[in-house]
């Protein structure tokens, strides 16, 4: 199991999990992932879409990737703890034509909420990085249309084709939304590169997937 290196403000428990960790030593299944945007408060049922957040102590939330991007948020809200745990492929780092991203969509939840960001602790876990991440051109021009790109997270790949930086994309987007640079405890561990310790898809893992998870105690 993998922590993320900002330790967190209050009592509780996250990290990233690998080949090495039991599927029963994981969250229940709460979301049926779809490579959007929708950020929902956790339930007891089954629902559609690609975050959960959560201020109910002990309950374990989280999200399955195998080559995404998981991103886990923990925060205050007055006296109570916040927490999320989001899904972020490409088409929910970009969102859709005229709508934000996944991130944006968390960060509106915790600041209607009354969260501030610049209090959130934050972490982009294991993930296909840059030096495998080959996209078609229509997916840089659809990262063009975020305030927070910039030409140097997309450069030209050994194949021709660009090779997106999506982890840099969703740091420049947090640090857009006001996030606190200092607060960051994100990995930098690309899945394609260490198949032998994480699950990738474009490595031929079709089925299994790592958790990106978080538990107020």
Known sequence: MLQPIAPPPFNLQWGFSTRAESPFFMPSRLLSQVHGTRVLEASDQLQEGDGLWTMEPGRFIGVRVADCTPILLAGPIGERPWVAALHAG???????????????????????????????????????????????????????RDPAWREDLAKPGPGGRPHLDLAAFLKSQALDLGLDPAKDGSLSRCTRCEGDIFYSYRGGDLKERQWGWVRID
């Open 90 to 144: 490409w088409r929910g780092a970009v969102g859709a034509l005229g709508e934000p991203g996944i991130l944006r969509n968390a960060l509106g939840i915790f600041r209607n909420l009354g969260g501030k960001p610049w209090d959130l602790i934050w972490a982009l876990g294991p993930a296909l990085q840059a030096c495998h991440f080959e996209v078609g051109e229509e997916v840089v021009e659809a990262a063009r």
